[in-house]
C-alpha cells in the first residue's frame, strides 16, 4: 500500500539534500601548486670496477652513508655476516636481509654470494670479471 503524498512534508521544510545543493554557491578553490620530486644520488650500477676494495663514497668524494658502509664490509674477501653487517648499520636483521635482496641484488645488480661457514652464514659481493 502505497502512502498518499497529503503525508508527507513540503519541500521547504525537508532536510537532506533535495533543495539544499541547488541553493548552495559553488566555491572555486585555488588550483594546488605542483610540488618538483627530490632527486636522490644514486650509486652507479657497477661500483666494483676497478677490483679493489675501495668504498663508493670514497670514489665519489662524499661521506659514507650506510649503504656504502655495508657494501664496504661485502667486498672484504672474508665477507661479513647478517649480525656484523647489522652492527655497522643499526638496522634490525630482516631490513639487513631485504637490503641484500633489494639493493645488492635486484638495484644494484651485483653478485652476491653466500656461504656457511663455522655455523655462521657470511655474505660477499663477487667483483665483475673484466672481459
Known sequence: MQKSSRNRKPLSTRRGR?????????TKTAPRPVREPTKRATLPSSPAVGGGV????????KRTNKQAKLLDLLRH??????????????????????FLA?????????????????DQRTYRVVPAKQA
Open 54 to 61: 675501495v668504498s663508493v663514497a670514497a670514489k665519489a668524494g
Open 102 to 118: 633489494g639493493v645488492v641484488r635486484k638495484r644494484l645488480g651485483l653478485e652476491l654470494v653466500s656461504s656457511f661457514e663455522a
Open 18 to 26: 533535495g533543495k539544499a545543493l541547488t541553493t548552495m554557491k559553488a
Open 77 to 98: 674477501p672474508a665477507g661479513a655476516t647478517i649480525a656484523a653487517l647489522s652492527d655497522a648499520s643499526g638496522w634490525q636483521q630482516h631490513s639487513v636481509r631485504g
